[in-house]
Nanobody
Framework: QVRLVQSGGGSVQAGGSLRLSCEAS????????MGWFRQYPKKEREGVAGIDNDGRITYSDSAKGRFTVSKDNAKNILYLQMTSLSSEDSAMYYC????????????????????WGQGTQVTVSS
């Protein structure tokens, strides 16, 4: 059974940094596509960053230049390093995984993912 356990997050002042972690278990295929998503209250979940089966990385426009997604394949842990945080980054963050996407370009589409972490709150105060 695939399980994703998130850690990290919390509260930080604007301009600060946070790192999120997502440890995957229940599968050994490290080529799973994995991604980070966030959700504002009463809004749909949106893609932030992802790594596809071939290791290609995609960022949302809001994440480019500020966030870095990486994966430790030996430990099967996905990371999201977030810098220059602003109040607009305050949201619930989720990691997700899927064995393979129907289309490689869909890495930031939450509906395509099968497995989800429990979520972690990020709060940025100005």
């Amino acid at each position: 059974q695939v399980r994703l356990v998130q850690s990290g997050g919390g509260s930080v002042q604007a301009g600060g940094s946070l790192r999120l972690s997502c440890e995957a278990s229940g599968y050994t295929d490290v080529t799973y596509t994995m991604g980070w998503f966030r959700q504002y209250p009463k809004k749909e979940r949106e893609g932030v960053a992802g790594i596809d089966n071939d290791g290609r990385i995609t960022y949302s426009d809001s994440a480019k230049g500020r966030f870095t997604v990486s994966k430790d394949n030996a430990k099967n842990i996905l990371y999201l390093q977030m810098t220059s945080l602003s109040s607009e980054d305050s949201a619930m963050y989720y990691c997700a995984a899927v064995k393979r996407l129907p289309h490689a370009g869909w890495v930031l589409k939450p509906v395509e993912y099968h497995y989800w972490g429990q979520g972690t709150q990020v709060t940025v105060s100005s």
